[in-house]
């Protein structure tokens, strides 16, 4: 007899594969150039957060073969052990100088951001705290909140006034507000100067996810924070090398005492095996070159407004946002998953996001511009943008 248990399991991917919500993997072949190989089939590639093109840039390669050479494969063990290799020390002083060298502040290099985000909200908050929340954050950041059994309050999408409403009724002891930067699925930015003012009004923790915005804001690439000049008052700024600085890791800036704090307390920090010298050695390379060189932000910035300007011309929705993260909302899930293949079929990688990763009936598809496609690659996807939204009834004839 089949058990029950089984039949239940089965019966809900089932559920899900009638609602279009199935998710199935595809090989991506190329995927850290513009152009990439889906399944076989050559498409541009609007589906990758490799914003700058570093993923593939051969600085970062040949860094990560010396240090592999070097130190070998593996960490071997987690950094509290015998994991904290000597290229740790070199990628966190360069984290800290590209941060802005401030001297009451240090740098941590973490695993990845997903359990940056579990880890560091776990530590700071516990079961009587409150974690004020914006209704559009990152999957990693609601875990987080959910594994520190903290309250969790969330705040309509960029609203301070609701934000406020919500600080002024919680008696809670110790209040924590957390953002993205950038928001993943919409584009758009948060209301750092906002939030900032809020958290020093209710005496507040201020976090900031910098996944998206890490490498692209600023005149180093430093980040949001930086470019408007918060990084002291932004408690914990949390980023990514695994987007636009085209590898793997994240990182946590903040005051030294809650860096020790986290080595001390952060349990995905604690018990993980640390990042193979590898990664480190891209790490290093991917700061150094964002730092120094603009060319690629200047060139990322100019493709976005092209695309943006382009598509809201041709009666696309495309929400608020001025980020290289351009969503093109549709609804339904059915149209949104048809119109992603359809631009398969034409030769462009634009993945559809459905629920739960965005709320009901704002299934999207959601295209990435990067520094390194073309302008005529840029012009050809437009026309078959607008040659498939007309034949699916996106926008207008
Ligand atoms: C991608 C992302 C993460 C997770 O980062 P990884 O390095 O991919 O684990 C965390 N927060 C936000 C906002 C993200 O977009």
Redesign the pocket.
Known sequence: MDPQWRRELIEELDQLKAREQLRTLSVAEAAVEPWLKLNGRRMLNMAS?NYLGLAGDARLKDAAQSALEVYGAGATASRLIVGNHPLYEQAETALHAWKGNLPSQAGLILN??????LGVICALVGRNDVVFSDRL??A??VDGIVLSRAQHRRYRHNDLDHLESLLKKSTARRKLIVT?SV??MDGDRADLAGLVALKERYRAMLMV?E??SSGLYGPQGAGLVQSLGLQEQVEIQ?G????ALGS???YIVGEKWLIDYLINHMRSFIYTTALPPATLGSIIAAIELVQRKAERRIQLWEHTQYMRSELRQLGFELGSGDTQIIPIVIGSNERTVAFSLRLQEAGIAAIAVRPPTVPENQARLRLTVMATHQLRDLEWAVAQLAAVGRELGVIGR
């Not at 990845?112 to 985000?117: L, V």
């Open positions: 957060n990845s951001g997903y359990t940056a985000n954050n990152h990693s950041i993205d928001f993943s996810d996944a998206h949390m990514t090398f695994s987007k793997l890791g994240a």
